[in-house]
């Protein structure tokens, strides 16, 4: 029955270790674009959380659309918007052409950052294809970039191996009994 007990323990950590989203080390990126000139003046900023393969696994910040907090910024799913895949680079260009879709609170609408010509981004609404919302030499900055995640798979084996020494100490304290 003990041995039981030890072999149920040591696979709920494994399959916490496993499962575990932090597990995984992905990168937390703080990021902000805006036009560099004054078409349509899109900006937002916010924080975004990037896997090992260059997904996009969450979102947030604000949008401005012009003068207007367009409010907050929520990531849309990966062929929820004309084909996009919410890929990152954190080299130029930080999207691909099928661009990375996030929805603005503030109007319920989806947008979608993406690629233009390799030295462009373009951002579209509401899932048109091309620049219908202009086209122009975005900057983006990852500010404090990247900010690696704490590796927890170290930590959850240590924890593992604690719990492991605890079950142990109190087997022995019982069986002396």
Known sequence: ????????LAVAVVAIAINSKAARADT?????FSTASAINGFSGSGTMDVDASGDVVWLTGTFHAG??????????AAGGFAGN????????PAFDFSGLSFMA???????NLFDYSGTQLAITQNGTSGPTLGTDAFAINFIDSP???TPEPSTLLL????????AGAARKHYASK
């Not at 609170?105 to 947008?111: F, L, Q, T």
């Not at 924890?159 to 605890?166: D, E, I, W």
């Open 1 to 8: 029955m003990k041995h039981r007990f030890l072999a149920f």
């Open 67 to 76: 003068a207007t907090n367009e409010g907050a910024m929520t990531l849309v």
């Open 147 to 149: 900010v690696a995640a």
């Open 85 to 92: 895949d919410n890929t990152f680079s954190p080299t130029a």
């Open 28 to 32: 937390i990126y703080n990021f902000s």
């Open 159 to 166: 924890f593992g191996t604690g719990l492991l020494g605890l």
């Open 105 to 111: 609170a503030g109007n319920s609408e989806d947008y």
